[in-house]
């Protein structure tokens, strides 16, 4: 089922595939799609819990950030507010079981496993067979969790340091801890970190963060102005994070601002 229109910040379009609606292992995929930017807004969902996940663009959150190796999850009644830019597509999964690690969190980032990601993708789409989908539903719910050993055990191919310290930085952009204060964290030395960056992303460190600080400033300024922006992901002065954006992106954070509403 498609429903379409495109107004600020709605989705150009949004898709329903549901397998076994109305049981207690159902599961209902909604697939937006974006024109960079989707805004759910304040919500609060009495029946369903729900799992938001995006593969090219940054999800907004109370509290912080997701990127495609993550998802934002929210508990059935539970209020959240989630924003996605830079985004073409975001999923929206809707369940009524809670999903076994996921027991103890009310809403947060989570860990995606690449299979839970393939599968969901693949329900997103018009001629799965139910038995198939709902076979499908129990491994995108195994393939959740919520600690930082899931995390890396879900997508680390190397050491796994480059993603310890990936989540903690998605979701704080503005930390200032250094490589040497990594290291030293976790036991290790920094070429060791400097490896595992460019083995898992193939940058650097300090490339991967200024990349991972400017997607996440493209979620902020949809609500935030320029100087506020530059503070909460990480930039001493508002002018150095106007170079740095408009090196990165060739425009000015002043562009990426939505228009204001007509009065």
Do not use: N
Request: net charge neutral; with cysteine.
């Amino acid at each position: 089922m498609l429903s379409g229109g495109h107004i600020g910040s709605d989705p150009v379009v949004c898709e329903e595939y549901g397998y076994g609606l109305g049981t207690h292992d159902g599961i209902l995929v909604l697939v937006y799609r974006c024109d960079g930017r989707v805004d759910f807004g304040e919500s609060r969902e009495d029946f369903l819990h729900q799992l938001y996940w995006t593969p090219d663009g940054v999800l907004a959150t109370v509290g912080g950030f997701v990127t495609g190796r993550e998802g934002f999850w929210a508990r059935r009644a539970v209020t959240h507010e989630v924003t996605a830019a830079g985004a073409q597509t975001v999923y929206r999964v809707c369940l009524r079981e809670v999903p076994p690690a996921l027991r103890d969190v009310r809403a947060g980032g989570v860990s995606v496993s690449p299979e839970a990601i393939r599968l969901m993708e693949s329900l997103g789409r018009d001629g799965v067979p139910l038995t198939q989908a709902l076979a499908a539903r129990e491994r995108i719910m195994a393939g959740l969790g919520v600690s930082t050993s899931a995390f890396v055990g879900h997508h680390a191919a190397g050491s796994g340091f480059a993603m310890t310290i990936a989540r903690v930085l998605t979701r704080d952009p503005a930390d200032r801890t250094q490589l040497d204060e990594w290291a030293s964290r976790l036991h290790t030395s920094v070429k060791t970190v400097q490896r595992d960056f460019e083995r898992e992303f193939g940058m650097s460190y300090s490339r991967w963060r200024t990349v991972t600080r400017l997607r996440a400033a493209k979620a902020l300024l949809q609500l935030h102005p320029v100087g506020q922006v530059a503070h909460q992901v990480g930039y001493d002065s508002p002018s150095a994070f106007v170079a740095a954006f408009a090196k990165e992106f060739g425009c000015t954070p002043g562009r990426v601002r939505p228009d204001p509403s007509p009065s």
